[in-house]
């Protein structure tokens, strides 16, 4: 936990101190389900403008992880003349399971249905591993590289750097 924000304790005050009063908000999603047990969600704050709706990218990833196909989703957006921003969906199969374009069209609406047809990714990249660090964290920051086409981040601390490249490759099918 912060014990302050240099020379801005105010903004310390608004920012971790004031959503929950009397309890520190750190930026972190977390949800109990039917069962009592906690999903970590991740980040709250990350967020995408799509169409001037902002659409937390735990929201999609968590529509995706609901459909009895997909094993684990990472989600980020891309730059978009038309939308501001496009949604790019990352997505492993369960039982490493091949994706086809029906597969891709069904995960398509069901997002859509479960959250509303603006939160449909415009790019679904079915990949058979994500990018992980050794400690098993999807690494966010190098999809969104692959998504914006652009030159990719320090990749050191990848478990396995194979697991970039093929991504790459199936996004530049897309």
């Given at each position: 936990m912060l014990r302050g924000i240099y020379n801005d304790p105010d903004r310390f005050l608004s920012n971790y101190w004031t959503l929950f009063p009397g309890n520190y908000a750190a930026g972190d999603g977390a949800r109990i389900d039917e069962d009592g047990d906690y999903w970590l969600l991740g980040r709250v704050d990350d967020v995408m403008n799509v169409s001037g709706h902002r659409i937390s990218t735990i929201e999609i990833e968590s529509a995706l992880v609901d459909h009895p196909l997909v094993a684990e989703a990472a989600v980020c957006g891309r730059a978009d003349e038309i939308t501001?921003?496009?949604?790019?969906?990352?997505?492993?199969?369960?039982?490493?399971?091949?994706?086809?374009?029906?597969?891709?069209?069904?995960?398509?609406?069901h997002v859509g249905?479960?959250?509303?047809?603006?939160?449909?990714?415009?790019?679904?990249?079915?990949?058979?591993?994500?990018?992980?660090?050794?400690?098993?964290?999807?690494?966010?920051?190098?999809?969104?590289?692959?998504?914006?086409n652009r030159a990719l981040g320090d990749t050191t601390t990848l478990a396995d750097p194979n697991v970039l490249a093929e991504i790459q490759r199936q996004a530049q099918a897309k």
């Open positions: 501001g921003q496009a949604i790019v969906a990352f997505v492993t199969l369960k039982g490493g399971a091949e994706g086809s374009d029906d597969v891709i069209k069904e995960l398509r609406a249905k479960k959250i509303g047809p603006i939160a449909r990714p415009a790019t679904v990249v079915i990949t058979q591993e994500l990018p992980k660090t050794r400690s098993g964290k999807i690494m966010r920051r190098l999809l969104r590289d692959v998504a914006e």
